[in-house]
């Protein structure tokens, strides 16, 4: 299925999903089920704990791949910024989108930040210009 028409289809079912989920509320406050306050209990510490795992143990990876042609061919339209996705083989072009973690795995971000606040050669202790 193409992205556009899983968002089609999420756009769809999106109302009848919230519909549900009122409902299913609705039928839960009236049967008051104990075994549910555990479940929920249970979840609101297994959740939580399961995310920072994954995110720990899975970090995130550059997409690169192009949302026009769908080719791995996306790149950074300036090395020296964060900003700004373009594609080598269709020649799509985003000036607004976040290039943050194609320039993580290319290289050294703080030079990067720090040319972008103006701060050449600062080191990373140190504080800012403006006093207060
Ligand atoms: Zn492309």
Redesign the pocket.
């Known amino acids: 299925m193409s992205p556009h028409g899983r968002a089609a289809l999420v756009t769809w079912c999106a109302p009848a999903a919230f519909l549900a989920a009122v409902l299913g509320g609705v039928a839960v406050v009236f049967s008051r089920p104990l075994a549910l306050l555990w479940v929920v209990l249970g979840a609101l510490v297994v959740v939580p704990t399961g995310w920072v795992l994954v995110s720990a143990l899975f970090p995130g990876k550059a997409e690169r791949r192009?949302p026009?042609?769908a080719?791995e061919?996306l790149v950074r339209l300036d090395v020296r910024t964060t900003q700004g996705l373009g594609?080598r083989?269709?020649g799509?072009r985003d000036e607004s989108a976040s290039a943050w973690l194609l320039a993580e795995e290319e290289g050294p971000l703080e030079e990067i930040v720090l040319a972008q606040r103006g701060r050449h050669g600062a080191g990373p202790m140190d504080s800012s210009r403006r006093s207060g």
């Open positions: 192009c026009a042609c080719g061919t594609c083989a269709c799509w």
